[in-house]
T-cell receptor, first 114, second 112 residues
């Protein structure tokens, strides 16, 4: 394992409530990523970070925000959860840019929005 | 916008067969291509990374090829085993060298 944990691993919430997912790494890698995985779509990038307080949007960033105040933690927040955000969320890390270095993935968080 | 397609969506083969998984992408201006494996309920594990200047990469029974000009990659698995059963995903990185675009995956089942 690449020293990546995600919490919680499972969560059920109601539409309109805020939700925060946490990704924690022990590798001191610079780059961190949040993806969502839905049937028929593979993984899609939500946001990524290239350093403390440095973040950028991915392909499906609407409705999500992120924060990174420490190298080891990358938080994904759904300000007001909707049923379309029901998905499995994966965090990933890489030492260098994700296209150059291998990305290592966490175990995932299964989120259900009722 | 880059799009990645994987064919077939699912594949079932008897143990010992050699098999090929296909991946195609619409924009040939890629930085590299990666193949991942995902076991049920788990995260992804990187199998092979091919730089855009390379034609193939090998790791054990796995061989991945890349034809950037035609927008295609194949993952060849030799002498398949039941332990190879998983979902295999390919992903390409664009010019920015950072954002991966994934295909939907091929679900492989190797029967003993």
């Amino acid at each position: 394992d690449a020293g990546i944990t995600q919490s919680p691993r499972h969560k059920v919430t109601e539409t309109g409530t805020p939700v925060t997912l946490r990704c924690h790494q022990t590798e001191n890698h610079r780059y961190m990523y949040w993806y969502r995985q839905d049937p028929g779509h593979g993984l899609r990038l939500i946001h990524y970070s290239y350093g403390v307080k440095d973040t950028d949007k991915g392909e499906v960033s609407d409705g999500y925000s992120v924060s990174r105040s420490k190298t080891e933690d990358f938080l994904l927040t759904l300000e007001s959860a909707t049923s379309s955000q029901t998905s499995v969320y994966f965090c990933a890390i890489s030492e260098g840019q994700g296209g150059v270095d291998t990305q290592y993935f966490g175990p995932g968080t299964r989120l259900t929005v009722l | 916008k880059q799009e990645v397609t994987q064919i077939p969506a699912a594949l079932s083969v008897p143990e010992g067969e050699n098999l090929v998984l296909n991946c195609s992408f619409t924009d040939s201006a890629i930085y590299n291509l990666q193949w991942f494996r995902q076991d049920p309920g788990k995260g992804l594990t990187s199998l092979l990374l091919i730089q855009s200047s390379q034609r193939e990469q090998t790791s054990g029974r796995l061989n991945a090829s890349l034809d950037k000009s035609s927008g295609r990659s194949t993952l060849y698995i030799a002498a398949s085993q039941p332990g190879d059963s998983a979902t295999y995903l390919c992903a390409v990185t664009g010019r920015d060298g950072n954002k991966l675009v994934f295909g939907a995956g091929t679900i492989l089942r190797v029967k003993s």
